[in-house]
């Protein structure tokens, strides 16, 4: 049994592992409220895209079946968040559930999130407005020479992380890297419960190529659509590339799919690697998530 006063927990694994749904599950049984640590379900306009649990629910309201959510849609896409700007609005969430007596519960598969609510964030200095649009724009049209100033080792992600640590180089001189080395501060859940839900890679890829075709004929057209129409970051999510191009001719139906798979399929191996190598888990399931594993955690903290 595990004393889970005064605690939080941590359920992260890969997309389509079905976490979202098990957190959800959980939070029904234990009295518990969802808190997002996902970078892309923060933002709105991109439900059925990011594959958030408001996909197809029209807006973003505060609750699901009863159960608080903290987190989801809160952000325009043409603006940007620092991971020290998440960690404050988790904050703020985490109190707010607190509160009402509930137990959060923190979902998602954003290491970089679950890094600053575990053990805190480097003390980086606040990045100019100049330097952010800067990077941004690097990013976006030059990439090649974005690459010459990070360092040899930079592992090339998405592309607002790679932003992130061009603003960071062009503010301070210094590499991302380099700043996370330094003494940490602020970890809001150090000794939180952390789940990890790791189905088989076979598992999760059938489940990837299965969904993304259904995807792109549900909301998530309407969601490119506008993204197109207002002249919004298309780059946020991975899909929402994709079906840009689709819509602009760019690309076929069928290779927009295809693109969002191999996409997709990349970026939940780095989360894999990412948790065997970053992520100090407490609990795994290895599969995806039934009810027999939800009865299996409350035991544990009941």
């Not at 997309?15 to 959800?24: I, L, N, V």
């Not at 069928?254 to 798979?261: G, L, M, S, V």
């Not at 780095?270 to 035991?299: A, H, S």
Request: aromatic share 6%.
């Amino acid at each position: 049994m595990i004393d889970m006063k005064n605690k939080a927990i941590i359920i992260t694994g890969p997309t389509a592992s079905g976490k979202s749904d098990f957190a959800h599950n959980l939070a029904r049984r234990i009295n518990g409220a969802i808190i997002n640590c996902d970078s892309v379900q923060i933002y709105s306009g991109i439900e059925n895209i990011s594959a958030s649990p408001f996909a197809g629910l029209g807006g973003c309201p505060n609750e699901i079946d009863g159960v608080p959510y903290k987190l989801f849609s809160i952000l325009p896409l043409n603006e940007h968040i620092s991971v020290a700007d998440y960690l404050n609005l988790a904050h703020k969430a985490m109190d707010e559930v607190v509160a009402m007596g509930k137990t959060p519960i923190f979902v998602g598969g954003t290491g970089y999130y679950i890094n600053v609510l575990v053990n805190g964030i480097s003390q980086i200095p606040e990045i100019s407005e100049n330097n952010r649009k800067r990077a941004r724009d690097m990013v976006k049209n030059n990439p090649k020479a974005v690459y010459k100033l990070l360092p040899n080792d930079f592992v090339k992600t998405d592309p607002q992380r790679t932003a992130r640590a061009l603003e960071v180089f062009l503010e301070t001189g210094k590499s991302l890297v380099e700043w996370q080395k330094l003494p940490r501060s602020g970890a809001l859940v150090p000794n939180a419960l952390k789940i990890l839900v790791l189905p088989k890679r076979e598992i999760l890829l059938d489940k990837i190529a299965r969904r993304i075709p259904k995807m792109i004929h549900g909301g998530a057209l309407i969601e490119a659509k506008n993204i197109i129409d207002n002249n919004l970051d298309e780059t946020r999510a991975i899909g929402a590339t994709q079906i840009c191009k689709m819509l602009r001719g760019e690309l076929t139906e069928k290779e927009a799919i295809d693109n969002w798979i191999v996409k997709t399929n990349q970026y939940a191996k780095r989360q894999r690697t990412w948790f065997r190598g970053q992520y100090d888990t407490d609990v795994e399931i290895p599969n995806v998530p039934q009810d027999e594993d939800v009865e299996r955690i409350v035991k544990m903290i009941s």
